[in-house]
């Protein structure tokens, strides 16, 4: 009879991840990277978050959104811009948010990247798509995005059709302005349309970041990380 493959699980006697676990994050990154590849967690102020599987309207947001921060960057030379990257917060935070911004560290960032290419600290921007995960989103990691430095949160609530703006930097909540554009503070230029992004319109989705991109303050933002690169 031939062998059976072993299959891609841990074995029964091997630590696991579970919701609710309280632990350090030393503790969680390594029994995580134990677990199967598919299988996704987060630690949020010392408690472990397992993630549900995701649905359309999370993905059909998710997509946009990156879209329009990977645009800034290409416009933006000095920022990075990703999506489910491990995030070291702390010595109790290791989130996986659905996108990020952040200055690169050579530019004068406020986040670094470890030798084994995690990110070390907080990004200066987070975005989070809120559809199961919503009171973790607007609570429990907004406390803990707002301990550990992310000066902007913005949370799409997929259920409301509503784009949540903190200035965490401040602790209060933002409002866009009477057009319903979002003109994110710490990017300039980064201006967001809720409306369209809620009703899938690319070009007005494009056009408003497009707008954001020729205004002063992104061609002084631009400047600014240009002057404070480090030489490599």
Same mark, same amino acid.
């Given at each position: 009879?031939?062998?059976?493959?072993?299959?891609?699980?841990?074995?029964?006697?091997?630590?696991?991840?579970?919701?609710? *676990?309280?632990?350090?994050?030393?503790? =969680?990154?390594?029994?995580?990277?134990?677990?199967? /590849?598919?299988?996704?967690?987060?630690?949020?102020?010392?408690?472990?978050?397992? #993630?549900?599987?995701?649905?359309?309207?999370?993905?059909?947001?998710?997509?946009?959104?990156? %879209?329009?921060?990977?645009?800034?960057?290409?416009?933006?030379?000095?920022?990075?811009?990703?999506?489910?990257?491990?995030?070291?917060?702390?010595?109790?935070?290791? /989130? $996986? /948010?659905?996108?990020?911004?952040?200055?690169?560290?050579?530019?004068?960032?406020?986040?670094?990247?470890?030798?084994?290419?995690?990110?070390?600290?907080?990004?200066?921007?987070?975005?989070?798509?809120? %559809?199961?995960?919503?009171?973790?989103? !607007?609570?429990?990691?907004?406390? *803990?995005?707002?301990?550990?430095?992310?000066?902007?949160?913005?949370? #799409?609530?997929?259920?409301?059709?509503?784009?949540?703006?903190?200035?965490?930097?401040?602790?209060?909540?933002?409002? /866009?302005?009477? *057009?319903?554009?979002?003109?994110?503070?710490? =990017?300039?230029?980064?201006?967001?349309?809720?409306?369209?992004?809620? #009703?899938?319109?690319?070009?007005? !989705?494009?056009?408003?970041?497009? $707008?954001?991109?020729?205004?002063?303050?992104?061609? %002084?933002?631009?400047?600014?990380?240009?002057?404070?690169?480090?030489?490599?």
């Amino acid at each position: 009879m031939a062998a059976v493959s072993p299959l891609p699980f841990p074995p029964s006697d091997a630590p696991e991840l579970h919701n609710g *676990d309280h632990m350090s994050r030393e503790e =969680f990154h390594r029994i995580y990277s134990l677990m199967p /590849p598919n299988f996704r967690a987060e630690l949020i102020g010392g408690i472990v978050y397992v #993630a549900s599987p995701l649905k359309l309207p999370h993905g059909t947001l998710h997509m946009p959104l990156g %879209a329009l921060l990977y645009t800034y960057q290409g416009y933006t030379p000095g920022v990075q811009s990703g999506d489910n990257a491990t995030i070291m917060l702390g010595d109790d935070g290791e /989130p $996986q /948010p659905d996108l990020f911004l952040r200055i690169r560290p050579e530019c004068g960032g406020q986040s670094t990247t470890s030798p084994d290419n995690y990110i070390l600290g907080a990004p200066e921007l987070i975005v989070e798509i809120a %559809a199961s995960s919503r009171a973790i989103d !607007l609570h429990r990691k907004r406390d *803990d995005y707002t301990r550990h430095g992310v000066c902007e949160y913005l949370v #799409a609530t997929v259920r409301e059709g509503e784009l949540r703006w903190f200035d965490l930097s401040a602790g209060r909540e933002l409002a /866009p302005e009477a *057009d319903g554009i979002y003109r994110l503070r710490v =990017f300039p230029g980064l201006w967001v349309h809720a409306e369209g992004l809620f #009703a899938d319109n690319y070009h007005q !989705l494009m056009e408003t970041l497009s $707008q954001g991109l020729a205004t002063p303050e992104h061609a %002084a933002f631009v400047q600014r990380l240009a002057a404070a690169r480090k030489p490599t």
